[in-house]
C-alpha cells in the first residue's frame, strides 16, 4: 500500500490576526499518511496558529489547506473528522469518562452496543480500562491526559492533532506518556500532527520535526538529521546545547572553509556560506569538541578552564577559548584521568566537519 | 515499638493532646471575638425584629388583657345560649374599669373587628355607664340586654368568646383571604371581598416571569462578557453594573419618563407610525410598567452570577465539542449549557428572592394592576396602622423565600450555587 506523502498539506498558507503582522508567512508543508510530525518552536513562533488553522479554529488569511486532496478551509471544525488532545485535555467535566468518550460517538449517531464496543477498546488502549464511570476530576494529570487521548482517538479520525498534551505534567510522567503516545502512534497508525516547545519531546517522538520561528518553517528533517545537522543557525541554537563563534570566511574550498575570528582562525563546514569574505556563525555540539583529543583532528586550540560543574553522569567545563568564554565541553564521567581545575590550560580538538559554518547571527 | 499505647508528651512534658487543645483554643476565641461584632449585629438588626414580628403578628393580648374577669367566667360557658348572669356582671366589672381608664373605645374597635356592630352598642353602653344608669343590685344582664338589642343576641357574645385566646392565627388567614367563622371553622370570605390572593398569586407571577426575562436577557450578556476580549468586556461591565451605581428611584423615576403615554418610547412608537397618535397604549401603572422596570433593575443580580461561572469555563472546552465532531449548537448544549448551570440556579434564586419581595418599583409604575404583596404590607403600616397584620404577611414571604430555597435545594442542590 503506497502512502500519501501529501496526506495533509499546507499550501502557500499566511495567517495574520490583526492586518499588520503576519503570524504564519508563506507555509507549504506536506504530511504524509501515518506520520508523527511535530511542530516545534518558540512561543509565538506560530506553531499552534497552524495547528488551529487545521482544527478549523482558525481561517487562512491566504492559501489553502488540503486534508486527502481536498481543500478544507470552508469546512467547519466539527466536520473536519480531526481528533485533537487539548493543552489542558478539555475532559467534560460534568460527563463521567464513558460519556467523555462515547461523545464524539453519540453526535455521529453510532449505535449504543457499538459504542460501549469503541469506548472499551479506546480505553483499553490507554490502559485505563474500568474507569469508565469515574468523572475527569478524579483522576490524576496522567489519567486525564490519557483520556483525553482516547477520546481524540475513539472516532477513528485521520489525523489526530495534539496540542502541548504533556505540558502540565511532571517531568517523570511526562517522559512515560511521551513513550506511550509515541506506541499507540506506531500500533494504530494515525497520523499525528504534535505541537511542542519541548525539543526533548519532539525529539524522542517525532518522524519529523518543523522547527518553527517567526512564521516560517526553519527546517523540516528528522530529529538525527535535526541535530547532527541544523541548516541555520537558529536551528542549531534552539535545539540542543552549541558553541559558537561569529567570524568570516576567509578561504573556501568544496568541503572545508577558513573562518577568521577575533583572535583566532579555524575550519569549518561550509553549510550555508558560499564565498570569501561572507559572514558566519560556526556551531559546534560540545560533545564534537574533545579535551587533548587522541586521533588526528584538524582544528586544536587551548583554552583556560572558568568553571566545572559536576552533573553526575557527566562533567560540564565551561572554557575561555578563542575568545569565546561561554565555550562548553561535556566530559563523561568516565575519564577520570583528566585534570579538571579552575585555571587549567587543556588542549581541545574537533574536526572541521562538525563545526558548520551557518548564517551570521 | 509502643509509641501508639504511650502518652506522647511535648518537650515542656504536657501532654501532647492537651497542649494542641490550649493552642487552639486561643485561635478559636480569638476567631470568635472578630464575628462577634457582626453577629450581634445580626442577633439585634434581624434575628430579634424577626422575633418581634411573629409574636406581633399572633400577638392578641391587648384584649386578653382588657376583659380578665369576663373571660374567666366564660370559661364554664357553653356558648350555646346568651351566657349567665355571672359572665354579664363580670363584664359590665370590667368595662368599668375600662372607662375609668378611657380605653373602652379600644375595646369597641378590637371588637368591631371581630364582628361588626360592637361599635354602636359600646358606646351605647359606655353611656349608660357613664351615667350611672345601672344599678348593680338589680339583674346585670337584664339591665345590659335592655342597652342594645344586640346585647340579648348570643352571636355578640360568642364573638367577645372568640378574642379570649391571647394568641390568634386570625391575621394570617386574613392574608388568604380567610376567617375563623362563628363555629371556629376556617372560611373563605366573600367573592367580592378576597383582594389578597389574588395578591399573593401576582406576586409569584410577577416575580417568576421577571426571574424568565432576566434569564433570557442576562445569559447571552454574561456569554458575551465572559468571551469578548478584556477591553472590551470591561466596558460592557460597567453597562451593566451602572444600574448599581443609579439610585433605585433614579431608575424607575426614568421608566416612569420612558414609559408614560406622552413618553419617549410612546413617542417613538407614534413616530414610526407603529400606533397612532390618539391610541397610545399604555406601558404604565400597570403589569407591563412592572416588568420591564424590574427586569432592568434585577438584571445584574442575574448576569453576575452567571459571568463568574461562566468566565470559569475553559473556550477549549467549546472547541472540543466541535472538534469531536458535535455541531455550534451540540456542543453548547452538551458541555457549554451544563457548566453554566450553577450559575444559573444562583441567578434565578437571586432574582426570584429579590422580585417577590420588591417595593419600590411596582408602587410607582405598577399602578392599580400592577402593585404587590409588598406594596400591601407597606399599606397597612404606614395607612391602616395594622402592623400585625403586616409582619404576619411579612412573615409569610419570608416563609415563601424559605421554601423555594428547600425546593431549590432540592432539586439542583444549594452547593452547586455559585455566586463568584
Not at chain 2, 374599669?97 to 373605645?105: C, P
Not at chain 2, 460592557?236 to 413618553?263: D, E, H, K, N, Y
Amino acid at each position: 500500500m503506497s502512502k500519501n506523502t501529501e496526506f495533509v498539506k499546507f499550501d502557500k498558507v499566511d495567517k495574520s490576526y490583526d492586518g499588520k503582522v503576519l503570524v504564519v508567512k508563506d507555509l507549504n508543508l506536506n504530511i504524509s499518511e501515518g506520520e508523527f510530525i511535530t511542530m516545534l518552536g518558540p512561543s509565538g513562533s506560530g506553531k499552534t496558529t497552524c495547528l488551529m488553522m487545521l482544527a478549523g479554529f482558525e481561517t487562512p488569511t491566504n492559501g489553502e489547506i488540503y486534508l486527502d486532496s481536498n481543500p478544507i478551509s470552508n469546512i467547519p471544525p466539527h466536520k473536519r473528522g480531526i481528533g485533537m488532545v487539548f493543552q489542558n485535555y478539555a475532559l467534560f467535566p460534568h460527563m463521567t469518562v464513558y460519556e467523555n468518550l462515547a461523545f464524539p460517538l453519540r453526535v455521529r449517531k453510532v449505535q449504543k452496543d457499538e459504542i460501549d464496543k469503541k469506548v472499551d477498546k479506546a480505553l483499553s488502549m490507554v490502559s485505563l480500562s474500568g474507569f469508565e464511570s469515574r468523572m475527569p476530576a478524579q483522576l490524576s494529570g496522567g489519567q486525564q491526559q490519557r483520556v483525553a487521548v482516547a477520546r481524540a482517538l475513539v472516532f477513528d479520525p485521520a489525523v489526530v492533532l495534539m496540542d502541548e498534551p504533556l505540558g502540565a505534567l511532571d517531568k517523570n510522567l511526562r517522559e512515560s506518556m511521551q513513550y506511550e503516545i509515541k506506541h499507540i502512534h506506531e500500533n494504530i497508525g494515525v497520523t499525528v500532527v504534535y505541537v511542542t516547545h519541548d525539543q526533548g519531546e519532539a525529539l524522542t517522538m517525532s518522524n519529523r520535526i518543523a522547527v518553527f520561528n517567526d512564521g516560517k518553517v526553519q527546517q523540516l528533517s528528522s530529529p538525527d538529521k535535526l541535530y547532527e545537522e541544523p541548516v541555520n543557525s537558529f536551528v542549531a541554537e534552539f535545539i540542543g546545547e552549541n558553541n559558537t563563534f561569529g567570524g568570516e570566511v576567509t578561504d573556501i574550498s568544496k568541503d572545508v572553509c577558513k573562518v577568521k575570528l577575533q583572535n583566532g582562525e579555524i575550519l569549518a563546514n561550509p553549510v550555508s556560506v558560499t564565498s570569501k569574505g561572507d559572514k558566519t556563525t560556526v556551531s559546534i555540539r560540545p560533545e564534537r569538541a574533545l579535551i587533548n583529543p587522541k586521533d588526528k583532528m584538524d582544528n586544536n586550540q587551548t583554552g583556560k578552564i572558568e568553571e566545572v560543574i559536576y552533573h553526575g553522569d557527566h562533567t560540564r567545563v565551561r572554557l575561555d577559548l578563542l575568545g569565546n568564554k561561554e565555550f562548553i565541553l561535556k566530559v563523561p564521567n568516565s575519564s577520570n584521568d583528566l585534570d579538571l581545575k579552575l585555571g587549567n590550560e587543556i588542549k581541545v580538538g574537533w574536526n572541521s566537519q562538525d563545526a558548520r559554518a551557518l548564517d551570521p547571527k | 515499638m509502643s509509641s501508639e499505647t504511650k502518652q506522647i508528651l511535648t518537650t515542656d512534658g504536657i501532654p501532647l493532646e492537651i497542649s494542641l487543645k490550649k493552642a487552639e483554643r486561643k485561635n478559636k476565641i480569638k476567631a470568635f471575638l472578630l464575628v462577634a461584632p457582626l453577629l450581634l449585629f445580626l442577633i439585634i438588626t434581624y434575628i430579634f425584629p424577626i422575633g418581634e414580628m411573629f409574636t406581633r403578628s399572633i400577638d392578641d393580648k391587648m384584649i386578653t388583657n382588657m376583659l380578665p374577669k369576663t373571660f374567666k367566667s366564660m370559661e364554664s360557658w357553653d356558648g350555646k345560649e346568651l351566657p349567665s348572669e355571672e359572665v354579664f356582671a363580670s363584664f359590665l366589672s370590667d368595662f368599668k374599669i375600662l372607662v375609668e381608664k378611657k380605653e373602652h373605645g379600644k375595646l369597641a374597635q378590637r371588637l368591631n373587628k371581630e364582628k361588626n356592630g360592637f361599635n354602636t352598642i359600646t358606646k351605647k353602653l359606655f353611656r349608660q355607664v357613664k351615667r350611672n344608669k345601672i344599678d348593680e343590685t338589680q339583674s346585670i344582664k337584664e339591665q345590659i340586654m335592655k342597652v342594645h338589642k344586640r346585647w340579648r343576641n348570643v352571636e355578640y357574645w360568642q364573638a367577645i368568646k372568640r378574642t379570649a385566646p391571647p394568641y390568634t392565627s386570625a391575621k394570617y388567614l386574613k392574608a388568604m383571604d380567610m376567617y375563623l367563622n362563628e363555629d371556629n371553622k376556617i372560611t373563605q370570605v366573600s367573592e367580592d371581598r378576597r383582594i389578597h390572593r389574588i395578591l399573593w398569586l401576582r406576586t409569584v407571577e410577577v416575580a417568576f416571569f421577571v426571574t424568565v426575562f432576566c434569564f433570557l436577557m442576562g445569559y447571552p450578556i454574561a456569554h458575551l462578557l465572559a468571551t469578548l476580549p478584556m477591553k472590551y468586556s470591561n466596558l460592557l461591565m460597567i453597562c451593566v453594573l451602572l444600574p448599581f451605581w443609579t439610585s433605585l428611584l433614579v431608575r424607575t423615576a426614568s421608566w416612569m419618563i420612558l414609559l408614560q403615554q406622552q413618553g419617549v418610547v410612546n413617542d417613538f412608537f407614534v413616530m414610526i407610525g407603529l400606533v397612532s397618535d390618539d391610541n397610545r397604549p399604555e406601558m404604565m401603572y400597570n403589569k407591563v410598567g412592572t416588568y420591564v422596570a424590574m427586569t432592568q433593575i434585577l438584571l445584574p443580580f442575574m448576569v453576575l452570577p452567571l459571568y463568574s461561572v461562566m468566565k470559569t469555563i475553559s473556550p477549549s472546552l467549546m472547541r472540543a465539542g466541535k472538534s469531536l465532531g458535535g455541531t455550534p449548537f451540540v456542543a453548547f448544549w452538551k458541555v457549554y449549557f451544563p457548566l453554566t448551570i450553577p450559575g444559573i440556579g444562583a441567578g434565578c434564586l437571586l432574582v426570584f428572592i429579590l422580585a417577590i419581595g420588591y417595593y419600590i418599583t411596582p408602587a410607582l409604575v405598577g399602578g392599580a394592576s400592577g402593585t404587590l404583596i409588598s406594596n400591601q404590607i407597606a399599606y397597612h403600616m404606614k395607612t391602616t396602622l395594622d402592623w400585625s397584620f403586616a409582619s404576619a404577611m411579612g412573615l409569610m414571604l419570608l416563609g415563601g423565600v424559605l421554601v423555594i430555597y428547600w425546593l431549590y435545594n432540592k432539586l439542583v442542590g444549594v452547593d452547586n450555587i455559585k455566586l463568584g
